[in-house]
Each structure stands twice: as structure tokens, then as C-alpha cells.
Nanobody, 123 residues
Framework: QVQLVDSGGGLVQAGGSLRLSCAAS????????MAWFRQAPGKEREFVAA????????YYADSVKGRFTISRDNGKNTMYLQMKSLKPEDTAVYYC????????????????WGQGTQVTVSS
């Protein structure tokens, strides 16, 4: 089992940058596929990015490709999401998630979730 705490959200102007962090408890962090999802008001939770156990493979939603970078440090039990060139449509609560099996883009496939961190991008 793993517990996740995400942080790093805030208010930023369009074109700005933020870095989100997801700190995980437990010794088996490196055995989980990790992902970021986001949920805007009135919308379903959507996939943003995911990263394989060792960090060698990454996956991105088309809407963030080229602007966001997902990474992980297994020695620190932490995952990151570097977000650049932010747009107002990126405004949402961002959640980190963990899955013990292979990569999936569906929120329902993830077993563990952080509490969420708010990202607001002003125009």
C-alpha cells in the first residue's frame, strides 16, 4: 500500500510555470506506475501524464504534450510534474495516482490517490 501527498499548486498567469510534487510513503514506490490526473469544475477527471516504474517511459495527453514533463525520483519516493506555458484551460485540481500494474490512462485503473492540489491559471 502507498499513501500519496501532492503539493505545489497555486495561482499563475498564462504563460507561466509551476512544478507539482507527489510524495509517497512506503518502500515500494518504485514498483508503481505513477500518473497525474486533473479535474476542472463540472468536468470528469482526465489523464495528464504517467511514468513507468523506473522512469524510462512517459506518457502524455495530447493537450499537454510539449508543455508538461513528468519525472520521478525513486530514491526520494517523489514524482514531479513540471508545467510550462500554462494556459487558462489548464486550471483544475491536479491529483497524483499510483497503480501497481502496467500503465493505463483511465482514472478507474489507479488504486491510490493524493488529496489534490489546485492549479489556477489566469488570463
Amino acid at each position: 500500500q502507498v499513501q500519496l501527498v501532492d503539493s505545489g499548486g497555486g495561482l499563475v498567469q498564462a504563460g507561466g510555470s509551476l512544478r507539482l510534487s507527489c510524495a509517497a510513503s512506503g518502500r515500494t514506490f518504485s514498483s508503481y506506475v505513477m500518473a497525474w490526473f486533473r479535474q476542472a469544475p463540472g468536468k470528469e477527471r482526465e489523464f495528464v501524464a504517467a511514468i513507468s516504474w523506473g522512469g524510462s517511459t512517459t506518457y502524455y495527453a495530447d493537450s499537454v504534450k510539449g508543455r508538461f514533463t513528468i519525472s520521478r525520483d525513486n530514491g526520494k519516493n517523489t514524482m514531479y510534474l513540471q508545467m510550462k506555458s500554462l494556459k487558462p484551460e489548464d486550471t483544475a485540481v491536479y491529483y497524483c495516482a499510483a497503480r501497481a500494474n502496467n500503465y493505463r490512462a483511465s482514472a478507474g485503473a489507479y488504486d491510490y490517490w493524493g488529496q489534490g492540489t489546485q492549479v489556477t491559471v489566469s488570463s
